[in-house]
């Protein structure tokens, strides 16, 4: 077990000397890559800043519940798609009930007189 | 709650162990650096709020995850790539290719650095293609328990491991890599001699 420690210490040495001595155009991507990450950071904090308090409370809140938000967002416009096309499906239904109404030889009053089926079937029989 | 410079600080200590790191398992410069960006972007845009404290392990879950990611998106590539190049076949003698032999016979020729720096360099090089041909599980473990000085328990939740499974994949590792370098004449004496002085 010593042993073991000893060997990955000398070897993680001499890794670490490697790092030390890295290729130019390899930091310096390096560092660019920081600097954005690092700019990335700033911009936010700069945008809520600039916000007043009670924005800056929901912008805050709305960073840390990106997940939350997203399937708020999603359960929202699945309902809205709902709502709409039950309200058109809805729509069209009465319209063309309406025009069945219209269009029939029969004045709509028949068509809410109960005994009319009634009376019409034992019509037909005879 | 942490600031900006301590994000800084915090990604100049790790940020070249991080792409050595990457570019071990992906064994392309570009592609670790991508990943290694990747991965400083997404700990900046959503952990920085975080105490500094945590940066450490929430970077190598990070660093983990976008290397998997890497592999998944290579593996789909890959699948690609051979089934449209057994529509052309060419010739594949580079298969048999060892890249150990190819950095002995290359450091050989480098025989205008003094003889010391050239045989730490070299040295150098055999354990970083050492580390490469180490099992990922067991690189992963070595590198993050020794490299990244973690312990045990902060080792197996970024592997997502037990810590048994930990010290085995640590010892199988040293092994594997003291194996290595001892078949490449490199013994862990020398190994102290040609590193650098405390």
Redesign the interface.
């Known amino acids: 077990m010593r ?2 420690k ?14 030390e001595h ?1 290729d130019a155009r ?2 310096a ?3 660019d ?2 600097y ?3 700019a ?3 911009a ?2 700069m945008q809520i800043a600039g916000a007043p308090g009670l924005l800056r409370l929901f912008s805050d809140y709305i960073h ?1 519940h990106r997940a939350l938000m997203m399937s708020a967002v999603v359960l929202c416009t699945i309902l809205m798609a709902f709502v709409l096309t039950q309200q058109f499906y809805g729509q069209e239904a009465m319209e063309q009930g309406d025009a069945f109404l219209l269009a029939s030889e029969l004045p709509p009053q028949a068509y809410l007189d109960k005994g009319f089926n009634t009376w019409l079937e034992q019509a037909s029989q005879h | 709650m942490s600031t900006a410079q301590e994000l800084s600080d915090f990604l100049a200590q790790v940020e070249r162990r991080a792409f050595k790191q990457t570019a071990y398992a992906v064994r392309d410069d570009h592609a670790a650096l991508d990943i290694v960006q990747d991965a400083m972007l997404k700990l900046a845009e959503k952990y920085s709020q975080r105490p500094a404290s945590e940066y450490p392990m929430l970077f190598q879950r990070i660093l983990q995850n976008t290397m998997r990611d890497y592999w998944r998106r290579q593996k789909v590539r890959n699948l690609w790539t051979t089934l449209l190049s057994s529509f052309s076949r060419g010739n594949d003698d580079d298969d048999e290719h060892d890249p150990l032999e190819t950095l002995m016979g290359d450091s050989e020729d480098d025989s205008q650095d003094p003889f010391a720096q050239l045989e730490r360099s070299q040295t150098i090089a055999i354990i970083e293609l050492a580390l490469q041909k180490l099992p990922t599980r067991q690189r992963q473990a070595f590198v993050l328990r020794y490299w990244e000085d973690m312990d045990v328990a902060e080792t197996a939740t970024v592997m997502g491991c037990s810590e048994g499974s930990v010290k085995t994949h640590c010892s199988r590792a040293v092994h594997a890599l003291a194996l290595i370098l001892e078949k490449q004449g490199i013994r862990k004496e020398e190994l102290g001699k040609s590193g650098v002085e405390p």
Do not use: C, F, G, Y
Not at chain 1, 6 to 19: F, G, H, N, P, Y
């Open positions: 042993q073991e000893d060997t990955a210490k000398e070897i993680v040495r001499m890794l670490d000397e490697s790092v890295m390899i930091v991507k390096l560092a890559s920081r954005r990450a690092v990335a950071v700033n936010h904090a840390h």
